[in-house]
């Protein structure tokens, strides 16, 4: 009967166990997976905003504007405007 207890003690202490650890993983895997999106989110914006400043940069080089002016405006590099 002691040796039955023992083992049921035993069986109860790895089942918290293991359920802990499995909720820890879970929290774990949700709170990487919203870091990431944040990170992937926060990298797609910087892209994109460079995008539309190389556009616009361009579209303004086009129309005859100073490339000192333009890359004020845009927050380019003088070299970056003028490559385009």
Request: net charge positive; proline share 1%.
């Amino acid at each position: 009967m002691s040796y039955e207890a023992s083992l049921k003690h035993k069986r109860d202490a790895e089942s918290v166990f293991n359920s802990a650890k499995k909720s820890g993983e879970a929290l774990g895997h949700a709170k990487g997976l919203a870091e990431g999106l944040a990170e992937g989110k926060a990298k797609g914006l910087a892209v994109g905003e460079r995008k539309k400043a190389l556009e616009t940069a361009k579209a303004f080089k086009e129309m005859g504007l100073p490339i000192a002016d333009i890359a004020k405006g845009t927050g380019l590099s003088v070299e970056e405007v003028q490559k385009l």
